[in-house]
């Protein structure tokens, strides 16, 4: 019994331990302010030319595409290392190559344009800027109106083996 006791003790005091060595990243709220930087600041320097992607009032299954412009605007390539939308709905595509200074590339941002209403997602970059957090996070809005669709089968005229007309 002593060493079912012990064991769980050691098993329960190898776990705290594991736990408390992790440190957790703070999640930046897309309406937060983001770091304030600048080019001066030196090293590579992400300016977007919108933080927000506005699809506007689309209809549905319209072109999911959008692009999002931006610039390198400091002194070192810039890297995005990554980008990940928050949900499965909004994809990001971005440039793998460096963005060299001075230059410009366009990110794609693809939007499930299947789902019906309003919709708010973000997007979030990291990159290899020289700050604390290196992320940006894009706002992606929009409205999605349900098309009707047309009849795809024309209806049937009474059969003998449908007298109802299909209906």
Request: aromatic fraction near 6%.
């Amino acid at each position: 019994m002593i060493k079912k006791i012990s064991l769980l003790f050691v098993c329960f005091l190898t776990v705290s331990l594991a736990y408390s060595q992790v440190k957790p990243t703070p999640i930046a709220h897309p309406d937060a302010p983001q770091e304030e930087r600048s080019p001066e600041d030196g090293g590579p320097f992400m300016e977007f030319e919108s933080l927000t992607v506005d699809y506007g009032t689309i209809d549905q299954h319209s072109e999911p595409l959008r692009l999002l412009k931006f610039e390198n605007t400091g002194d070192e390539p810039l890297v995005i290392t990554n980008a990940k939308g928050s949900c499965g709905c909004t994809v990001p595509v971005w440039p793998k190559e460096p963005i060299m200074p001075g230059e410009s590339a366009d990110i794609e941002i693809r939007y499930a344009t299947n789902r019906v209403g309003p919709f708010t997602k973000t997007v979030k970059f990291t990159t290899n800027e020289t700050s604390n957090a290196p992320q940006h996070v894009i706002k992606v809005t929009g409205k999605v109106l349900k098309v009707e669709e047309e009849e795809s089968v024309p209806s049937t005229e009474p059969t003998m083996l449908s007298p109802g007309g299909g209906k």
